[in-house]
């Protein structure tokens, strides 16, 4: 019994030549199914790259002409003692509401220390002097989709012989502005070890200097758009960028638009809209047993308790926004009247936004890591152009429905 058994299980087994033939194809097999795994994740990846539709738009006043001025033209900040007789006059005028007892910016703006800044503002904050120092850097304007777009353009001096200065765009957000770059400004433009850029801070339409849209929809990619059509009006057919804020948003859609024009990209903001069942597993688990999921304990720290850290803190901090996604207009009505309620509104962004404990000090901790003539020179980029309004109406445009569902997130 046993031996027929074993003659059986002998002609069950293949061959030396058939063992050969059996090798040969499964190898033969492999090759081709790695052939195909490159194939389906490289090559037909990069065939198959979305890319952001650029389309195109109008944005002046009234009806799009048939022509527009291409044409790059020098821009100078200038102010007037009636302009500054005005400021000091509404100042004047403020009615201030006295704070609660040991509230310190647990209640927004403490309005014991907002009466300290606006005295300096009144009394030793010199806005001609600002201006002179804004117009330090070459600034300038053109026209783009029926708006005019400001911007700063800074180019090197004193290159290195065989050496070209690498274009780079940088983008603001709110409540910033331009002048948010120029203290970096010289170490990006003087260079070190070779590596120089050329530097170009433009103001998101509606923004300080640029001019505001005219009309509804005016969102971060049609700004992408209009940056984008900047950088190729000023001859750059490639560049890199940086962007924070809604910069940061801006700056991705130029890279979702043109990403063969776009050498790099630096985000210094990037939230995250897509949600799905590993994230949902992540949050789960990684308070637990973070390493299965790939959380450093930095992660763990920064993230969990995650209703306290985020859903928590979102709402406490997150009030401007709801307001400006839905009725901007509203709410700027009375801080593009009061430079004082312009100043709180701002200035209680640096505060809490640069440390989330500055709420617990009596002045907002502003003066830790900024100085109040440069907090104040970004507040009045803001007043002097009444760019306010505009500004958070580009809340609305963005956050006017399901985030999920926008071009850029597909």
């Known amino acids: 019994m046993l031996g027929h058994m074993s003659e059986a ?13 059996l090798q040969l194809l499964v190898v033969s097999m492999a090759v081709g199914a790695g052939g195909l795994l490159v194939y389906f994740l490289v090559i037909r990846r990069r065939t198959k790259t979305k890319t952001l539709p650029m389309g195109d738009g109008w944005w002046g006043a009234g009806e799009k002409p048939l022509a527009e001025d291409e044409e790059i033209h020098p821009f100078q900040i200038e102010t007037s003692d009636e302009e500054i007789k005005d400021l000091y006059m509404r100042i004047d005028q403020t009615r201030f509401t006295p704070s609660l007892e040991d509230s310190q910016f ?75 770059f120029y203290k970096i400004l010289p170490l990006l433009t003087e260079g070190r070890d070779g590596l120089v850029f050329e530097v170009i801070c433009p103001s998101i339409p509606g923004y300080g200097f640029s001019e505001a ?19 190729q009006r000023l001859g750059f057919k490639e560049f890199y ?7 940061g948003l801006i700056t991705t859609n130029i890279a979702q638009m043109r990403p063969e024009n776009v050498k790099g990209l630096h985000l210094n903001f990037f939230p995250v809209t897509k949600h799905n069942l590993r994230m949902l597993v992540s949050l789960l688990l990684g308070a637990y047993v973070p390493f299965l999921v790939g959380f450093t304990r930095e992660d763990v720290k920064r993230i969990f308790p995650y209703f306290k850290k985020n859903v928590y803190e979102m709402l406490r901090e997150s009030g401007y926004m709801h307001i400006q996604a839905t009725k901007p207009d509203t709410a700027g009505c ?3 009247d009061s430079p004082v309620g312009l100043a709180a509104y701002i200035l209680e962004k640096f505060s809490t936004w640069t440390d989330k404990q500055f709420r617990d000090l009596e002045d907002g901790g502003l003066e830790r890591k900024f100085s109040l003539d440069d907090l104040l020179t970004n507040v009045m980029i803001y007043w002097v152009t009444g760019s306010m309004v505009s500004s958070m109406r580009f809340y609305k445009e963005n956050l006017n429905g399901n985030p999920e569902k926008r071009p850029d997130a597909k």
């Open 9 to 21: 299980i002998k002609d069950m087994l293949p061959s030396s030549m058939d063992l050969s033939r």
């Open 106 to 180: 647990n209640y927004g703006f403490n309005s014991t220390h907002l009466r300290k800044v606006v005295s300096y503002w009144r009394n030793q904050f010199d806005w001609k002097k600002q201006v002179k120092l804004l117009n330090k850097y070459p600034h300038f304007k053109t026209k783009i989709e029926g708006l005019d777009v400001h911007f700063v353009h800074v180019r090197p001096s004193g290159l290195q012989e065989g050496h070209s200065a690498k274009p780079l765009l940088m983008v603001h957000g709110w409540p910033g502005s331009f002048f948010e």
């Open 213 to 231: 849209p005219h009309k509804t929809g005016f969102d971060s990619i049609a700004a992408a758009r209009i940056f984008y059509k900047l950088m």
């Open 241 to 247: 960028m940086q962007g924070g804020d809604w910069g």
């Open 334 to 336: 009375g801080l593009n």
